[in-house]
């Protein structure tokens, strides 16, 4: 059978299990073991869609085949998990998944180039949220970082775990918007009461435009759910223990999606702009890390970045880029050694030099910006209008 995967699966097999009590109900057997097997199928669908969860969802359905089977050990009707015990699962299941967000970082506030003030300004609401401080006097929930793909938005959230040694819980949009998890608002509960009770927390939502609206213009059923238990969590947040830290960084490339209820959540709105040519100077040094570069025109080449509109990611596979010139410059047989053991390769060294403006300069005709200059003055405009001061 082909299972209909339109819907969510757990509001299937929320159905199917309740049909199944109905067809024991009315001593269906045959009926009653066939829906059995239908269970089993989608707990088999279910472990194929979420991973974490996979060796559960396996056992739940080896149980329910053996249901259908008739094999269960009892002469009488096939017996099945009972009502509160499925919620419990669910519940259980929730705060599994809540909990399976939560990743270490171990980015520094070194590892970033340039955005000084963006860093000191999150570098203070830590701070601030540690120290012991009057009542009125409170840190902030949320800071909404908006700015150009791959200018280091992701990474400043990481440095900012990273630092605090903190709890970190990093939200794709689209993993809490899981057509196949039916309970995502009951998802973004788990989530904060996971936070607080692992405080220091930060909860990193990626992509927060993706809540706000969806790709057709329309908010469907399942987003607005789910940004409304989100405001209810900022909202609720201030009324709990102040001295925790918990943090929700929300980022996003089209911070002009955001409708208004949302952007008032986050007083804070920070841009996370293009590197300056000194930013730029900064994460080439970063990106080039144990090559020597002391021959380069690091002056010219950041100008030049700049003219460019290269982001951080940009710097980075720019970088990236010349040291490959650079190797397959020194090591033309590279390839050859393709042959090699690792065993035999580890006991080799990769030559290099230091690297020079030419490699580069190469480099400056491969990687393109994705950015235009229009769009960056939206940015400018979005910052002047709504952003910070
Ligand atoms: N300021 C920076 N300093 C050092 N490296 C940077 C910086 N900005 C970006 N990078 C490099 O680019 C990569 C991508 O950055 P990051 O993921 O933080 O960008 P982002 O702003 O989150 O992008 P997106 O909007 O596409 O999610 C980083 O992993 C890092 O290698
Ligand atoms: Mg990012």
Redesign the pocket.
Known sequence: MKIDLSGSLYDALKKATAEYASLIEKNDLPGARKKAAEIARFYHELANMNPVNKKESLERAAKWERVSSGKTGSRQKPSQPSHTETEKEEENEISRKASSLITTSNVKWSDIGGLDSVKKLMMETVVIAGLQKPESIKPWKGILLFGPPGTG??LLAAAAAGSLHATFYDVKSESVLSKYFGESSKLISALYNSARDHSPSIVFI?EFDALSQSRDGETSEATRKVLSSLLTELDGLSDKKSDQLLLTLA?TNTPWDLDTAVLSRFPRRIYVPLPDQKACKEIIKIQTKGMDISGISLDSISEKCVEMLYSGRDISNFCQQAIWTMIHTVNPDLYKMAELSFDELKMRNLQTIPLADDDFREAFMKIRSPITKNKLEQYEQWNIECGEV
């Open positions: 938005k992701t990626d980022a």
